[in-house]
C-alpha cells in the first residue's frame, strides 16, 4: 500500500478522536439547549472550571488562596493532603451541581419568559464570571491533571498495523478511553432523554412551561438537574482536555470549536453532536494533511468555521436538527 | 329542600353526586387596579359536572387559574378536600390531583401523542433518578404499568390512530383531544376544561360534549368547565355558576339559571335608563 494513503489513514483515525473530545463539549450545549432553549455559551467555561476544581481538589490546594494570602498576608496554599481521582471527581461533581443550583436561582429563574438573546447574553456574562472566578478560585498557572487515564502511543494497534501493514499507527491511549467514555456518555444520556421519568419531564418543559407546570413538573428541579447534567458533561470534557493539554484558560477557547460542530449536528440532536464533531475533527485533520501543504498549512484554524458557513447556507437546521418548517 | 341540597343525591340519569369536593370562598382577584373576580363564593361537588360561564372578559379563566394555582388570589381561602388549601405553586396544586387544559391549548408540540399522553402519568411514577438505574426491571415495569393506563385513555378518546403523531401537525380538534387525553392520563380528582370547544365546529363540539359526558360516566371524575357557549353548557352540567365583570350572578341547576333575570340580562344585554 503506498504510504501516502497509510498516512492518510491514520490521520483519518486521530482525526475521529479529536471530534469526539469536540463532541464532548458540544454535548453539554444541545442538552441545555434542548431542555430550555438557552444557547449556553458559558459550556466550554464550565468545562474548564469542572478541570481547575478537580485538579484544586486532587492536589489539595486552597481554594481562594491569593486572595487569603494577600489580604491577611498569610502565606498558605495547600492543605497538605492529596485526594485520590475517583474521591476528587465526586467532589467536583457535587461543585458542579451547587453551580446549577445557583445559576438557576441567581440568574435564570429571573429571566424565565424572556426573549433567547437576552438568555444568550446572561450566559456570556456567566461565562466571563466563571473564568474570572476559577481563576480567583484556583490561581491562573497551568495545571498537570492525572487521574490515571493512560496516555501515549497504543502498543497494541502500533503492533497490529506495523505486521499488517507494514506502518505502525500512532493512536494515542488516552484518545481511545475519550473515545469510549463519550460513546458510554451519549448512550446513557439518550436513553435518560428517551425512557426515563425525568427525561420525558425535561423534554416536556422544553416544550412548553405551562403545559408542563399544569401536568404537576416542577420547573426549577428540571433546570437544576438539566444544568447539573450539562456540568457532569463539562467535567468529563474538562478531563479529557485537561489531561491532553494541561489545565489552562485557554481551554475554554474549545468551546468556540463546538459552535460550528453544533451548526453541522443540529443545536437540538444529541447524535448529531457526535456526527458532528467527527466530521469536524476527521474533516479538518484530513483537509490539513491533503490541502494544508498547497497553501501553507494553519488550516484548521478556519476550516471548521468555513465548513459551518457552508451548512448555515444549504441546510441551516444541521444534519440532525428539527426541520424548520413555516406554516402558512 | 330541593334534592340538591342533600349530603348525595343520583340524578336523573343514575350518577351519584356526593360531598364538597373543592370550596372556593370570598376569592377576590386583582391585577393592579383592575378586579378580575370580586368575592366570590360557590363549591364543586364530588362527581358532577360543573360549569362557569359568562360573557367575555367576566373572569372565568381567572377563576379557573385561581384553582389550579396560576394565580393566587388576594383574598378567600380554596378549600380542598375538606381542608384549606395553603398557598402553593401550579405543578403542587396539579400532584394534588387536578389536572386541566388550557383555552389556547398548552401540548408539547415537538412530542407524539402517547409521550403526551405519558406526561401526565409522570406523578404516578414513584422512581427516582437513581432507583431507575439501579433496579432496571423494577423501573420498566413501572413504565409498562404507567403505558397501560395511557392507553386505556388513548382508546377512550378514540385517538388510537395517532398515537404516533408528533402533535404539531394534528388539526385543532384533535389536539384538544390530546390534551384532554393528558389531563385525564393523571386520573384527577378534579378535572378543569377551559373552554374544551372553544373554535369548534358543530360535529367536533358534539363529539367533546360526548366524550366530557362519557368521562364523568365512566371514570366518575369531577369536572369543571368553562364556557361561554350557553347551549352546550346546559346540556352538559349539573350545575352552573355565572360570571359577569368578575362577581357571581347566578349559581344553579341549568333550568334555575336559565331562568334568572340577572343572568338573561347579562347574556341578552339590558337597556340603561
Redesign the interface.
Known amino acids: 500500500m503506498p504510504e501516502q494513503l497509510l498516512w492518510g489513514m491514520e490521520v483519518f483515525m486521530n482525526g475521529l478522536m479529536a471530534g469526539v473530545l469536540y463532541a464532548l463539549v458540544a454535548l453539554g450545549f444541545v442538552l441545555i439547549f434542548k431542555a430550555s432553549g438557552i444557547f449556553n455559551f458559558s459550556q466550554g467555561v464550565m468545562a474548564l472550571f469542572a478541570a481547575l476544581t478537580l485538579v484544586g481538589i486532587m492536589e489539595g490546594r486552597v481554594p481562594f488562596s491569593h486572595l487569603i494570602n494577600a489580604v491577611f498576608g498569610t502565606s498558605v496554599h495547600h492543605f497538605g493532603w492529596n485526594v485520590p481521582a475517583f474521591a476528587a471527581i465526586l467532589l467536583t461533581m457535587v461543585v458542579m451541581v451547587a453551580l446549577a443550583w445557583m445559576v438557576n436561582r441567581f440568574i435564570f429563574r429571573h429571566l424565565v419568559g424572556q426573549e433567547p438573546i437576552i438568555l444568550f447574553m446572561a450566559t456570556i456574562g456567566l461565562a466571563y464570571f466563571l473564568e474570572g472566578f476559577g481563576d480567583i478560585m484556583w490561581g491562573s498557572d497551568i495545571k498537570k491533571l492525572d487521574v490515571g487515564l493512560p496516555q501515549g502511543i497504543n502498543g497494541f494497534i502500533d503492533e497490529i498495523t506495523f505486521n499488517l501493514l507494514g506502518y505502525g499507527f500512532f493512536i494515542d491511549n488516552l484518545d481511545l478511553w475519550a473515545t469510549f467514555i463519550a460513546v458510554l456518555l451519549v448512550i446513557a444520556l439518550v436513553m435518560f432523554a428517551q425512557y426515563s421519568k425525568h427525561g420525558r419531564a425535561m423534554r416536556a418543559v422544553a416544550d412548553d412551561h405551562q403545559a408542563a407546570l399544569s401536568v404537576g413538573i416542577n420547573l426549577n428541579f428540571i433546570w437544576v438537574m438539566v444544568w447539573s447534567l450539562a456540568g457532569f458533561v463539562a467535567l468529563v470534557a474538562g478531563i479529557m482536555w485537561g489531561t491532553k493539554s494541561g489545565v489552562q484558560f485557554s481551554l475554554s477557547l474549545i468551546a468556540l470549536k463546538a459552535l460550528p460542530v453544533l451548526m453541522l449536528g443540529g443545536f437540538t440532536s444529541i447524535p448529531g453532536a457526535i456526527v458532528g464533531g467527527l466530521i469536524i475533527g476527521v474533516g479538518e485533520k484530513l483537509f490539513e494533511f491533503i490541502v494544508g501543504p498547497m497553501v501553507g498549512g494553519a488550516t484548521e484554524n478556519w476550516f471548521a468555521y468555513v465548513l459551518a458557513l457552508i451548512f448555515l447556507v444549504f441546510r441551516p437546521q444541521g444534519l440532525f436538527g428539527e426541520k424548520i418548517i413555516e406554516r402558512v | 329542600m330541593s334534592v340538591m341540597d342533600q349530603e348525595t343525591y343520583v340524578t336523573a340519569d343514575g350518577r351519584t353526586i356526593g360531598g364538597v369536593l373543592m370550596e372556593m370562598r370570598n376569592i377576590s382577584l386583582r391585577f393592579g387596579g383592575v378586579k378580575a373576580i370580586t368575592d366570590i363564593s360557590f363549591d364543586i361537588r364530588e362527581g358532577e359536572i360543573r360549569a362557569i360561564i359568562g360573557p367575555n372578559g367576566a373572569g372565568k379563566s381567572s377563576m379557573l387559574n385561581v384553582i ?1 394555582g ?1 394565580y393566587i388570589p388576594q383574598e378567600g381561602e380554596v378549600w380542598y378536600k375538606g381542608a384549606v388549601r395553603p398557598q402553593m ?4 396544586v ?2 394534588q390531583g387536578i ?2 387544559t ?1 383555552q389556547n391549548i ?6 407524539s401523542v402517547l ?1 403526551n399522553v ?3 402519568r ?2 404516578h ?1 414513584t ?3 437513581l432507583s ?1 438505574a439501579i433496579w432496571k426491571g423494577k ?1 420498566e415495569q413501572e ?1 409498562i404499568e404507567n403505558r397501560e393506563v395511557a392507553e386505556k385513555i388513548i382508546d377512550f378518546l378514540e385517538i388510537q390512530h395517532i398515537r404516533k403523531t408528533p402533535v404539531s401537525r394534528l388539526p385543532y380538534g384533535l389536539k384538544k383531544r390530546v390534551e384532554l387525553a ?2 385525564l392520563a ?1 386520573q384527577p380528582s378534579l378535572l378543569l376544561l377551559d373552554e374544551p370547544m372553544a373554535g369548534m365546529n358543530v360535529e367536533e363540539k358534539e363529539d367533546m360534549s360526548r366524550f366530557i359526558l362519557d368521562v364523568n360516566d365512566e371514570f366518575g371524575t369531577t369536572i369543571a368547565l368553562i364556557e361561554h357557549d350557553m347551549g352546550v353548557v346546559m346540556d352538559l352540567s349539573d350545575r352552573v355558576v355565572v360570571m359577569d365583570y368578575g362577581k357571581k350572578i347566578g349559581d344553579g341547576s341549568p333550568d334555575e339559571v336559565r331562568n334568572n333575570q340577572a343572568v338573561i340580562d347579562a347574556y341578552l344585554g339590558v337597556a340603561h335608563d
Open positions: 389550579s396560576f405553586r401550579p405543578f403542587e396539579a400532584r389536572a386541566r388550557f398548552a401540548l408539547f408540540e415537538g412530542m409521550d405519558m406526561t401526565g409522570l406523578n411514577m422512581m427516582g433518578l431507575q423501573a413504565e393528558r389531563a393523571a
